[in-house]
């Protein structure tokens, strides 16, 4: 998994509040109020939840696939939401810098860095892991990994670690695309699910889809003769 690992070598603090009801004197309306803010209110603003169809299988082995993808996604998901998170971090940060030459300092120093911390990590992953990581960057970055190597390094360097991939059934230039696969509609299942439980730590992807929209699709198509 030595080209995968190339790729992860080039590139508010939750406020714990103390949250009580307070009873008015003239009603029985229960009123929030939140430590550090002087205003009532009478909610408090939550997060968008999905509501998520109940899991169906025709047979036990469509049941085994889902699974198995499950655990690989779970396992993957984390270095795809990293890829997004030092992206961003490093664009931020060259682009504050002016100089030619300390651009180029500063991202050998976050090479190295990354290198040192998880490149052992990404060579164990295996083939199918390895393709599903691929799909979930071009999910978290919006760029396939094909092109963010072409953009960090060069059109060549980038070429030949697709066509080292290819030697084992991986491409650097596959995207996610969850409205005409079908394995990759499962694997926005397996995320939206392990969001919602708290397994994994929501990153809004930087391709637009409608998770319902699709589950409408894939269940009706399913259910076709």
């Known amino acids: 998994m030595k080209y995968i690992s190339y790729f992860f070598i080039l590139f508010p603090v939750l406020l714990f509040a103390q949250i009580k009801a307070v009873e008015q004197d003239t009603t ?9 803010d002087s205003i009532a209110t009478s909610a408090i603003g939550l997060e968008e939840v999905m509501l998520l169809n109940k899991l169906k299988f025709d047979s036990r082995a469509d049941r085994k696939r889902y699974l198995i993808l499950r655990r690989k996604t779970i ?3 984390p270095y795809a939401k ?13 682009d504050a ?5 300390l651009k180029k300092t500063y991202a050998k120093r976050i090479q190295k860095y990354i290198e040192e911390e998880f490149s052992e990590e990404l060579k164990h992953l295996t083939r ?13 970055t919006g760029k396939t990994t094909f092109d963010l190597i072409k953009e960090l390094r060069s ?12 030697l084992f059934n991986i491409s650097l230039k596959r995207e996610f695309d969850p409205e005409n696969e079908k394995e990759d509609y499962l694997i926005e299942d397996v995320l939206q699910r392990n969001f919602q439980n708290g397994i994994l730590e929501k990153q809004e992807p930087a391709i637009s889809f409608d998770f319902y929209a699709l589950s409408d699709k894939w269940l009706s198509a399913k259910n076709k003769p």
Request: aromatic share 12%; no cysteine.
């Open 28 to 36: 029985d309306y229960q009123y929030i109020i939140v430590e550090g």
């Open 75 to 77: 396992k993957v998901y």
């Open 82 to 94: 990293l890829a997004a998170e030092r992206l961003q971090t490093m664009q931020e940060r060259m």
């Open 97 to 101: 810098i002016e100089r030619k030459s």
């Open 128 to 140: 199918t892991e390895g393709q599903i990581l691929v799909k979930l960057i071009h999910r978290q």
């Open 155 to 166: 059109g060549w360097r980038a070429f030949w670690f697709n066509s080292t991939a290819s």
